[in-house]
T-cell receptor, first 116, second 116 residues
Framework: GAVVSQHPSRVICKSGTSVKIECRSL??????MFWYRQFPKQSLMLMAT?????????EQGVEKDKFLINHASLTLSTLTVTSAHPEDSSFYIC????????????FGSGTRLTVV | AQSVAQPEDQVNVAEGNPLTVKCTYS??????LFWYVQYPNRGLQFLLK??????LVKGSYGFEAEFNKSQTSFHLKKPSALVSDSALYFC??????????????FGQGTELSVKP
């Protein structure tokens, strides 16, 4: 089935630095990818929709300049958390639309970001 | 507005007993409904979906869900629970068909605990 690889699985960074998270569709082309943020034992909050070759669409309240999304190819989307602060610590999950697969949406395994 | 509600934060069942995880939705138009399971520090795994057709949908790992239009519900069920079913379960709705974009809106999640 469709597989989405998300890397890294865990990252610890210092306040003020930037962190890049990658999301790759391994065996299908993903014209659309989604980035979610999840707090412990809470629901997934959609941050933005990433479209290949165009600007991402951000949900209300999500800072575009802080959470930079790039979807330069049909198999790769990246989320960069810029000038990270401790309150950015969270679990970030990407998802890709697989229009050929039965599930429709395939999720990455998530990235645990800790900002110290 | 499109929304999904999971009224129970936690469901506790004994191994071998049937389980039900509740979900209600509010959408305009025909709903596209999904169930996902999440294990600790992992991404989401697809269980099943309802797009159209039979109201009873069978999915992975012995799970099934019943779409009830009059009650706007899509409860997840399993006849005999396993300890390994213990996880966080999310109901989700997509409020646009594929060719018009397709964001998933998630419920708040229900933690299922199955005791031996």
């Amino acid at each position: 089935g469709a597989v989405v690889s998300q890397h890294p699985s865990r990252v610890i960074c210092k306040s003020g630095t930037s962190v890049k998270i990658e999301c790759r569709s391994l065996d299908f082309q993903a014209t659309t990818m989604f980035w979610y943020r999840q707090f412990p034992k809470q629901s997934l909050m959609l941050m933005a929709t990433s479209n290949e070759g165009s600007k991402a669409t951000y949900e209300q309240g999500v800072e575009k300049d802080k959470f930079l999304i790039n979807h330069a190819s049909l198999t790769l989307s990246t989320l960069t958390v810029t000038s990270a602060h401790p309150e950015d610590s969270s679990f970030y999950i990407c998802s890709a639309r697989d229009i050929t697969g039965g599930a429709g949406y395939t999720f990455g395994s998530g990235t645990r970001l800790t900002v110290v | 507005a499109q929304s999904v509600a999971q009224p129970e934060d936690q469901v506790n069942v004994a191994e071998g007993n049937p389980l039900t995880v509740k979900c209600t939705y509010s959408v305009s138009g025909n709903p596209y409904l999904f169930w996902y399971v999440q294990y600790p520090n992992r991404g989401l795994q697809f269980l099943l979906k309802y797009i159209t057709g039979d109201n009873l949908v069978k999915g992975s790992y012995g799970f099934e869900a019943e779409f009830n239009k009059s009650q706007t519900s899509f409860h997840l069920k399993k006849p005999s629970a396993l300890v390994s079913d213990s996880a966080l379960y999310f109901c989700a709705v997509r409020y646009r068909p594929y060719n018009q974009g397709g964001k998933l809106i998630f419920g708040q999640g229900t933690e299922l605990s199955v005791k031996p």
